[in-house]
């Protein structure tokens, strides 16, 4: 199965002298774990031009995600010179529970961890498994389509609307703001992007407030996500209209691009190792840990970042409060300190503590979910398509915190 080659030190030595997280080159988007691999064995906590720190090593990452003392997840400090305070990209990302920390973060996760119960995620199963089948049976009369808008975008969209009761024919617009928003998180976006991101905030926020108003007016007998947390079964202090309306979108954000890119990232994977596809078909059981190693050897969510705010010690280095740290989960997924043949993709890899959803507090709330989306998606795919092979002119989408492909054509004739 093929593995990344080790770059040679001088080589090594070149990409870590010019890694800049601002200024990335179209070969780091095209593949980063050359750089990655240099980084994590020449300077794993490597400090940026602008004074943050890049840190690389499973070790470093697993300790900085389980201790919300001594690092923070709030990013007012970051999001104002970088958005604008008051403007429509800082008060979502300020107001969403994954950059915020307690007591404000515990209130809306428990709300949602509460509203996205396993009877809530087995409820969708049979949903879930009927539209993956329509997309096959689609793709099959096609003959060629796009792996990433024909197949693996048709399903979050369908199932985090599912989960919050949106109308189907109201969901066309809302992986366009997703990306917009989530897009605007990338180190270094541009002016453009930045204002397709307030924009899209708006758009969907008056979206969100419509929906919310409508769901009001007849709580009675809707047990979806957004009733229940409408009517606040926790007991605790409710959300205000600002909190539920950022966080609804949140939710609808969270679950889109990256389950998107969990399913695109992995098919494309199997498609490209034969090998790889053959066991995984032949011993079908194995979907559960092929999921797992798509999410380590792919990771949708390449980068988190936390806030020193107390001094600490991270692999021998003292940190002082302030400092601004990048953690990249798709670096810390390939250390070999952790991943025995860590280059390698093996569909029945065991064990495998991946940090794709992170891990601690703020570790993924809809980890179940998206799971289930992944297993049910690739392990449909290649049963009913067996003859899907990949054609030229698969195009990445070009971001470091999120990674994926723009477009991936296939052929099933
Ligand atoms: C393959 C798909 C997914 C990946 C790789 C992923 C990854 C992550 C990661 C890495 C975080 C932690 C961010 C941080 O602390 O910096 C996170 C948080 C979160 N995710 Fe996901 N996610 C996925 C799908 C979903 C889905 C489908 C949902 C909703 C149904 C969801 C809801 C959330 C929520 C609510 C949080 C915030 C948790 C908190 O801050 O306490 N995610 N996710």
């Known amino acids: 199965m093929h593995s990344a080659p080790e770059p040679a030190r001088d080589q090594a030595e070149a990409l870590v002298a010019a890694f800049d997280p601002a200024r990335l080159p179209d070969a780091f988007y095209a593949d980063p774990y050359p750089t990655y691999a240099a980084l994590r064995s020449l300077a794993p906590l490597h400090r940026c031009p602008d004074g943050s720190y890049f840190l690389t090593r499973y070790a ?11 690092f923070s997840a709030d990013k007012k400090a970051v999001f104002g010179p970088k958005f604008g305070e ?84 109201e969901r066309g617009a809302l992986r366009g703001w997703s990306l917009a928003i989530l897009g605007a998180l990338d180190p270094a976006p541009t002016a453009a992007a930045l204002e397709r991101g307030h924009q899209s905030v708006s758009e969907f926020l008056e979206f969100t407030r419509a929906l919310v108003a409508d769901r009001r007016r007849d ?71 092929a999921v797992e190693e798509c999410l380590r050897y792919e990771s949708p969510n390449q980068l988190g970042n936390r806030m020193v705010v107390e001094p600490v010690e991270i692999g021998g280095r003292r940190f002082e409060p302030g400092t601004y740290l990048t953690l990249c989960i798709g670096a810390a997924n390939r250390d070999p300190a952790e991943f025995a043949d860590a280059e390698r993709f093996d569909v029945g890899r065991e064990p495998n503590r991946h940090l794709a959803f992170a891990a601690g507090g703020h570790a993924c709330a809809g980890m179940s979910v998206a799971r289930l989306e992944g297993q049910l998606a690739i392990a449909e795919f290649l049963e009913r398509l067996p003859r899907a ?25």
């Open 60 to 70: 470093d990452l697993d300790a900085v995600y389980r201790d919300r003392a001594r």
């Open 389 to 413: 092979r990949l054609l030229d002119g698969a195009v990445r989408n070009r971001r470091a915190r999120f990674r994926g492909f723009a477009t991936i054509p296939v052929a099933v004739e």
């Open 86 to 169: 008051g403007t429509p990209l800082y008060a979502h990302h300020t107001t969403s529970l994954v950059f915020s920390d307690p007591p404000y973060h515990t209130r809306v996760r428990r709300q949602i961890v509460g509203a996205l119960s396993p009877g809530a995620i087995r409820a969708m199963m049979p949903g879930l498994a009927a539209l993956v089948g329509r997309l096959c049976d689609a793709a099959a009369l096609r003959g060629r389509f796009d792996l990433v808008e024909d197949f693996a975008a048709a399903i979050p969209v369908e199932v985090i609307g599912n989960l919050l009761g949106v109308p189907h024919d």
């Open 219 to 289: 709580l009675r007998g809707e047990d979806d996500l957004l009733s229940r947390l409408i009517r606040d079964e926790t007991g605790g202090e409710p959300l205000s209209e600002h909190e539920l309306l950022h966080n609804c979108i949140f939710l609808l954000n969270a679950g889109h691009e990256t389950t998107t890119n969990l399913i695109a990232n992995g098919l494309h994977l199997l498609l490209s190792r034969p090998e790889a596809r053959r066991r995984l078909v032949a011993e079908p059981r194995l979907i559960d840990r």
